[in-house]
């Protein structure tokens, strides 16, 4: 757990005011710069130590062996998993011939500050080397939001007391040693020497080199390039097999420095030669050196005030959560936002964790995020779903199943679960995919997406529904043996999540079907299909236990023998590690919100008393032992009136990966949970619901919150909503007017007229219940406006 009182609660940045070794690789997660292409982990500039190196590159990967005891028809033969590529960072430092490093000599002051409004990683230092010698370094990095191939840093050598004689080593390494693995199955495999060296090269301040991975074959190129100013330097390049380095020495006195600025390119491919990989590389290097460091810091502070000025989230009341809530908008805007058509992994790219695979998560959380805040991702992340369509049509007529089986988790498109019990059988990521479709056009209105990408998934996707399912004797119409969205339950039948979600999906295809006929029939649908995809979403059965006023989470999940919570330890979490999954099958214990996500994701087809009893009946069952549930929980907590119980659950969203919550921040943060911050904060306290080209809003803050602001991108219009203990304001800067609701009442909100209205306390209501010893820390409130 990350306990670091040197974090500063600002609210604009993240500042570290000492360097504390214990939590190394945890900081150099948070402290990661990406922009969904290219990734730096938060390493420190002379590469040791370090608690994890990582440099990444989106959709680069490495295969293999998914070895199984047992084989089995349709298990998937090879995996892939993200690998370490040619690290750019590097800048090592020799004081007087003492190498810098902040295990030796005297560390007088070490501070860094990720800084959101611009983009960058700044650091400060002065150090002493053990011969006397006293330097300040300060450094300054980041990765491009608007030249998507490159990364840069400015870095500055200056003696505190005595001249002295410096030599800064800037670095492309390739192959870097990776720690041991440790055994948990939410991280990453670690792949020695993944890169072959096909090609490197040094020329006056530049150095390339272009490798390629043994298995998959891709082709990855680095190259760097400098402008340094120091007094009367020498200056040396060298290439060799994993790498190259510029050296810069001089002798310098108190009152000057060494100043080094490095632009770092990074390319890759499947199919391109060498020279072409070669040549992007140079192209893209003389790109960055024509704009310039400060002209790459314009644009990067000008990319970021669009998008802070159409996606910030103002929060008066608790200081603590208003940085978390950017931060964490931060790194979801880092992890998607010039992917282009490459997926989002569950990570980012800022840590190996979770192999770098995507997964449901990023249509379920992420994407819905992005829709009001950045839509252009959304398009991009969802054209990489219909790119991997070929595999996923492979993978459904491997089981059997028409339409498309995409898989539980990837990087290039195929599955690469070797569980298939909360994998393949984990079929509602081909409906989370519909919905991300679905709810994408609907607030955009791209219909050239719609008949196009949009049309191919849901087409496909439907097709797999009415495979999977089946009518019964009485015309109901089940899906067996699946498994939800909480993972300590599997393959059972009619999941209320999936077959609300298939339902969704079945009649968002009958939809497209009819409003694009000439698409149709390029897809070979017919009037028949379409009528039995619609027949199918009439008739899902819905699972309802009359006796205890509950939904089942599956059928038949209510009756199952209750998991021994009294007998469970503290130390016993997560359960996934120290119990076997055949005992977690049998009991009711929910891992993360699977029932309680249906009423978020599919609310209309609950009642009010629904949601309350339901919410009450999970509350006590669900362990939270995925990052993903206390979003969730805290949208339904919300909407059914348990607003200080919603408020823990933000909290914990929010400083997921600050307070280190599921204790595996070191491979990288848990970009759906920070997502689930802006979805806890906006579908919960906002009560925003966007069904059917319909938006709606319950608002109610909870003790604690004196004021939320936040704007949404609604078909190219910004509608800002302002919300206080007692009234919510509406506003519409520009543009045709929009429809919505606030607490069911209709409101119609014209340009430059706002339209506020009242809020009614919630009602009051018993606390709910939680297993023992698993109730969300209280949210005590760090007072102060937002700024």
């Not at 400060?294 to 970021?304: E, I, N, S, V």
Request: aromatic residues 8%; proline residues 6%; hydrophobic residues 40%.
């Amino acid at each position: 757990m990350i306990k670091h009182p040197t974090f500063r609660v600002e609210p604009w940045c993240l500042r570290e005011l000492s360097l504390d070794m214990d939590v190394l690789a945890q900081t150099e997660s948070v402290f990661a710069l990406s922009n969904g292409h290219v990734g730096w982990r938060g390493n420190l500039d002379e590469g040791e130590p370090h608690g994890l190196p990582g440099s990444y590159l989106n959709g680069v990967y490495e295969e293999r062996p998914l070895r199984s005891a047992e084989a089995s028809y349709g298990q998937p033969q090879s995996g892939q998993t993200v690998i370490n590529v040619t690290n750019g960072k590097l800048i090592r430092l020799s004081v007087d011939d003492e190498p810098f490093d902040v295990r030796y000599g005297t560390l007088l002051s070490h501070e860094r500050v990720l800084d959101f409004r611009n983009g960058v990683l700044r650091r400060r230092a002065e150090w002493v080397s053990p011969a006397g010698g006293a330097v300040r370094i300060s450094s300054e990095r980041l990765v491009s939001f608007t030249q998507r191939a490159i990364a840069a840093i400015r870095y500055e050598v200056e003696p505190l007391d005595g001249p002295v004689r410096i030599a800064a080593q800037s670095e492309l390494l390739a192959n870097e040693q990776l720690p041991a693995e440790t055994g948990d199955p939410r991280l990453g495999a670690a792949l020695d020497h993944p890169l072959q060296q096909e090609f490197q090269a040094a020329r006056d301040h530049a150095v390339i080199v272009v490798h390629r991975t043994k298995v998959s074959g891709l082709r990855v190129g680095a190259a760097m390039d400098h402008l340094i100013d120091a007094p009367d330097p020498l200056i040396e390049s060298q290439a060799f097999a994993d790498g190259g380095l510029v050296t810069a020495a001089a002798v310098v006195a108190p009152g000057q420095r060494l100043r080094l600025v490095k632009y770092v390119a990074y390319g890759w491919s499947g199919v391109r030669s060498l020279p072409g990989v070669r040549d992007q590389l140079w192209a893209a290097l003389t790109a960055a050196r024509q704009t310039g460091w400060d002209g790459l810091l314009t644009d990067q502070r000008a990319f970021l005030d669009n998008f802070w000025d159409r996606a910030d989230v103002q929060i008066d009341g608790d200081t603590e959560v208003q940085q978390a809530v950017r931060f964490a908008l931060f790194h979801v805007l880092q992890a998607g936002v010039r992917g282009e058509s490459r997926p989002i992994p569950a990570k980012g790219l800022t840590g190996p964790g979770y192999d770098g695979h995507a997964f449901w998560d990023t249509e379920a959380f992420v994407l819905p995020v992005l829709t009001f805040t950045a839509p252009d991702a959304v398009a991009s992340a969802l054209r990489w779903r219909r790119d991997v369509l070929p595999a996923a049509l492979d993978r459904a007529a491997q089981l059997g199943l028409a339409g498309a089986a995409f898989p539980w988790r990837t990087i290039h498109g195929e599955e690469c679960s070797g569980y298939w019990p909360a994998g393949t059988a984990a079929f509602h990521i081909n409906a989370d995919i519909a919905a991300a479709v679905v709810g994408y056009v609907d607030a955009t209105g791209d219909v050239e997406f719609e008949r196009d990408a949009g049309m191919d998934l849901l087409t496909h996707t439907a097709r797999l529904w009415r495979s999977l399912g089946h009518h019964d004797a009485q015309g109901r119409f089940h899906i067996d043996g699946v498994t939800g969205p909480d993972e300590y339950s599997a393959v059972a039948d009619d999941n209320v999540f999936t077959n609300l979600m298939a339902r969704n999906n079945l009649l968002a295809a009958v939809g497209v079907a009819e409003r694009y006929p000439d698409r149709a029939r390029e897809l070979g649908i017919d009037d028949e299909e379409s009528a039995s995809w619609r027949d199918a979403a009439q008739a899902m059965h819905i699972p309802f236990d009359e006796a205890l006023g509950v939904h089942p989470q599956a059928e038949g999940f209510t009756r199952h023998q209750v998991w021994d919570f009294e007998h469970t330890t503290p130390d016993q979490y997560p359960l996934l590690l120290h119990f076997p999954y055949f005992d977690l099958y049998r009991k009711q214990v929910v891992k993360q919100a699977d029932l309680v996500l249906a009423m978020h994701m599919c609310g209309l087809q609950f009642t009010a008393d629904q949601k309350a009893r339901n919410f009450d009946y999970y509350e006590a069952l669900t362990v939270r032992d995925s990052s993903l549930s206390a979003c969730t929980q805290a949208v339904i907590a919300a909407e059914v009136g348990h607003l200080s119980l919603a408020f823990d659950y933000l909290g914990e969203a929010a400083l997921m990966d600050l307070k280190d919550l599921e204790h595996n921040t070191s491979d990288g943060v848990h970009i759906a949970s920070l997502a689930g911050a802006w979805v806890a904060i906006v579908g919960g306290f906002a009560g925003l619901r966007y069904w059917g080209g319909h938006v709606s809003f319950a608002p109610r803050l909870p003790e604690g919150l004196n004021r939320l602001a936040f704007s949404l991108l609604l078909r190219g219009q910004r509608l800002r909503v302002e919300i206080t203990p007692a009234s919510a304001r509406y506003l519409l800067a520009e543009g045709e007017p929009i429809e919505i609701s606030h607490h069911g009442t209709a409101l119609t909100v014209e340009a430059g007229k706002p339209q506020q209205r009242r809020i009614h306390p919630a009602p009051m209501l018993p606390a709910p219940s939680q297993p023992p010893g698993r109730k969300p820390a209280r949210r005590r409130p760090l007072a102060g406006p937002a700024r």
